[in-house]
């Protein structure tokens, strides 16, 4: 049997670098250098320097603005697509959590105009919609417009949503926000045309004229749902729900 060798590996010395922002020299492991080029000795070197030179870590970092100071601060993509980089310390985001007058400070994330115009929120935090958030005490974040109408008018009951009249997303004034359920929510989208439906569906095989066209051709004129939907690669249900009006029901 082999015997185990007791030679140990003894470990690479540190390498010396200087920073390239404040030029004071420190050290670093040899394995790191592998993964990072080491630039800089800190990492509030490393966010001026990022600042001074962006495009040198344009591939990898983002620049962010706090929430709370509005200092600007790098940070990776991979954190930015997850949410992340809303603070540049823990300092700024705990003392986001000890706000002493949150309302006051909500009303400073939003750029208030006239009675009449569109009050839009400045922050970042705005989801996929275009919808803005605002990040309250105990870490909860709620939709910016709903917020905005709960310190205006009072607390929004269970059940209810918060309309826009004025159709953006992103807009707070008070003014332009009515309470309604979801169908009416929904009723509202749909009267403006902002509803996903008919063609603008990804997952639509039929266009409003091959609707109509089989409506005109075949609702008075009896065939076989399998044959109409193989001219048109569909099902038979649903050239059936299309001359019974259950699908498509706005077009006639």
């Keep these: 049997?082999?015997?185990?060798?007791?030679?140990?590996?003894?470990?690479?010395p540190p390498v010396e670098r200087t920073c390239a922002q404040c030029g004071k020299?420190?050290?670093i492991a040899p394995s790191a250098l592998e993964h990072s080029p080491a630039r800089c000795c800190s990492r509030s070197c490393r966010d001026a320097y990022t600042h001074l030179h962006p495009e040198i870590f344009r591939r990898c970092r983002v620049i962010k603005k706090c929430e709370y100071c509005g200092r600007e601060f790098s940070v990776t993509r991979s954190k930015a697509a997850r949410g992340w980089g809303r603070f540049c310390s823990m300092s700024c985001k705990g003392a986001t959590m000890r706000i002493s007058n949150p309302i006051t400070h909500f009303w400073?994330?939003?750029?208030v105009r006239g009675p009449e115009d569109c009050w839009l929120w400045k922050s970042d935090t705005l989801d996929k919609g275009g919808y803005g958030h605002y990040h309250l005490y105990g870490g909860r974040n709620v939709p910016a417009h709903r917020y905005a109408y709960e310190i205006t008018f009072g607390p929004i009951p269970d059940g209810l949503c918060a309309c826009h009249?004025?159709?953006?997303?992103?807009?707070?004034n008070p003014a332009h926000l009515f309470l309604g359920d979801n169908k009416e929510n929904t009723r509202d989208r749909q009267s403006k045309g902002r509803g996903i439906r008919g063609e603008r569906s990804h997952l639509a095989k039929l266009t409003a004229a091959d609707v109509?066209?089989?409506?005109a051709n075949y609702t008075k004129r009896p065939e076989l749902y399998k044959n109409i939907g193989a001219r048109y690669g569909i099902t038979d249900g649903a050239i059936y729900r299309i001359l019974r009006r259950k699908n498509w029901m706005w077009l006639f």
Excluded: G, N, Y
Aim: proline content about 6%; glycine content about 0%; charged content about 25%.
């Design 1 to 12: 049997m082999r015997a185990k060798s007791t030679t140990r590996h003894s470990p690479r």
């Design 165 to 172: 009249v004025c159709d953006h997303p992103s807009c707070c």
């Design 108 to 111: 400073s994330l939003v750029e």
């Design 212 to 215: 109509i066209e089989i409506r």
């Design 25 to 27: 020299i420190f050290l």
